[in-house]
């Protein structure tokens, strides 16, 4: 692991903790909800950051996950740390069955079978009403006791939240330096170049996929665990939609982009409350502009700028500059 990687991993703790410490109830409740999009959304940039995977269904595997755990603890009576290993195991092998028929298509065909998939979730949650509840949801999932402590408030599980996000982080740091890590990035950026040079296409897609919804898995525990209620409207498409913007903003291909976008996007509506159903507005034309102007997001942009700082004037040393910024 890398000093800068290492140093980001003790950033997420240290300024997660200190805001911990300063922030009222409701904001330590979005702050929550911005970590557990966070640890979504890396998952999501394995598949369209790193393969060019187009998802639109990556809310259902954070419902699939949360569902189970709603089921396995309240009607079955397990322990939440007993639910969630095995809510992660199975949303990783359902991501992986679903995955290898639906990334023989390509570009905006995936993008409708994966909206296609996250629409029949929504409906069989709606509709199984013996399991699901239907649309009341299930409620009264049981808190997460640490020690004998339980995580009831929101500043104690924002601290689980932190350490979890830390660790998907870190997990997700060290299968983009591997080798398993280039060969998605080759894969996005010329499938048949990589086919040549010996790499499984569609394995390292599914490879991809299913990260992306083991990633999604835990955000799925962690909402299930923080809320204790799920119902079928806070798996629906548009939180997949949300889930893309959240890593367009912040930075496709980037683990700090994809905690910078979700944090951004959570807390957006309410920075901008005043505007009132204005909001909407200005939330496609800030799309619109970041998607036209800053197609790398809010962590390009920085780069760009401190790449701009520290290059000198001289034209023979802004060369090795530049060229460390895609290093």
Partial sequence: MSIRTLLGLVAILVIGGALSLVLSDYS???????????????????????????????????????????????????????????????????????????????????????????????????????????TNGIAGIPHLSVAGYELSDERSFLWFALISLTLVAAAAAAIHRSRHGRAMIAVRDDEIAAAMAGIDVTGVKVAAFTLAGTCAAIAGCLFATHIRFVAPEDFNYAHSITYLAMLIVGGEGSIAGAIIG?????????????????????FGLMMLV???????????LVRRISLKRRSPGDETTNVPARAGAHS
């Fill in 28 to 134: 330590l409740r979005l702050m929550n909800l911005a970590v557990v999009s966070a640890v979504a959304v890396i998952g999501l940039n394995f598949a369209f950051g790193y393969s060019g995977l187009i998802s639109l269904g990556h809310s259902a595997f954070a419902g699939l996950s949360a569902y189970c755990v709603a089921i396995l603890t309240t009607k079955l009576g397990l322990s939440p740390w007993v639910a969630m290993p095995v809510a992660i195991i199975a949303t990783a092998l359902s991501a992986a069955l679903i995955g290898y028929p639906l990334l023989r298509l390509k570009g905006h065909y995936l993008a409708l079978a994966t909206l296609g998939f996250n629409v029949s979730f929504t409906i069989v949650a709606i509709n199984w009403l013996d399991l699901t509840g239907g």
């Fill in 262 to 282: 979700a944090v951004v996007l959570t807390f957006l509506p309410e920075w901008l409350r005043v505007l009132g159903d204005a909001y909407l507005l200005f």
């Fill in 290 to 300: 970041i998607l036209v102007i800053l197609p790398t997001g809010i962590v390009g």
